[in-house]
T-cell receptor, first 112, second 113 residues
Framework: NAGVTQTPKFQVLKTGQSMTLQCAQD?????MYWYRQDPGMGLRLIYYSASEGTTDKGEVPNGYNVSRLNKREFSLRLESAAPSQTSVYFC???????????FGQGTRLTVV | QKEVEQDPGPLSVPEGAIVSLNCTYSNSAFQYFMWYRQYSRKGPELLMYTYSSGNKEDGRFTAQVDKSSKYISLFIRDSQPSDSATYLCAQNAGGTSYGKLTFGQGTILTVHP
């Protein structure tokens, strides 16, 4: 049982390049989330999907887009990467009636 | 002002000490509180979960919520070097948004032998 799997684990981008971060969960959860973690800031919610077919903005959505491909998969896209998007990105999933959210291992992204 | 405030530390204690980690929150509408533990270069893992106010105990860990003062605490008894990690408090709205969380900044804890 893998839980929440993120790919890639590391990535270096040049300013202006685009990329998609992939996330898949095998816990049959309805809700999925993308967070970013920066030093001194804790984790901040970028986008979430309460259920398949729906997506909503979180606290810091600017510069990102998401796609809920199916119940298992939720991707995060950076259309034109900026140095301010250098961060560690975490995908998470949750279900009603379960405690909290389950997180993946993260993607370390550096934009130069 | 962040909705959830947490002293980032770092906090260094000797093995066997009692550790107290604290957060304050501002939004009284959200009544689900969590503590996550995050080892270096790993994802956060849920440690404790409480609803509304009161205490919850799990082994060496006790989570406490004081709604009157909007204070969240995590106590670790008989701390071990393996407890060395970043501890994150979080608050959420519950319902269908169990994973829609507001986090504190995290406290870095080191337990030295």
């Amino acid at each position: 049982n893998a839980g929440v799997t993120q790919t890639p684990k590391f990535q270096v981008l040049k300013t202006g390049q685009s990329m998609t971060l992939q996330c898949a969960q095998d816990m049959n959860h309805n809700s999925m989330y993308w967070y970013r973690q920066d030093p001194g800031m804790g984790l901040r919610l970028i986008y979430y999907s309460a259920s398949e077919g729906t997506t909503d903005k979180g606290e810091v959505p600017n510069g990102y887009n998401v796609s809920r491909l199916n119940k298992r998969e939720f991707s995060l896209r950076l259309e034109s990467a900026a140095p301010s998007q250098t961060s560690v990105y975490f995908c998470a999933s949750s279900e009603v009636g379960e405690s909290g959210a389950f997180f993946g291992q993260g993607t370390r992204l550096t934009v130069v | 002002q962040k909705e959830v405030e947490q002293d980032p530390g770092p906090l260094s204690v000797p093995e066997g000490a009692i550790v107290s980690l604290n957060c304050t929150y501002s939004n009284s509408a959200f009544q689900y509180f969590m503590w996550y533990r995050q080892y270096s270069r790993k994802g956060p893992e849920l440690l404790m979960y409480t609803y509304s106010s009161g205490n919850k105990e799990d082994g060496r860990f006790t989570a406490q919520v004081d709604k009157s003062s909007k204070y969240i605490s995590l106590f670790i008894r008989d701390s071990q070097p393996s407890d060395s990690a970043t501890y994150l408090c979080a608050q959420n709205a519950g319902g269908t948004s169990y994973g829609k969380l507001t986090f504190g900044q995290g406290t870095i804890l080191t337990v030295h032998p």
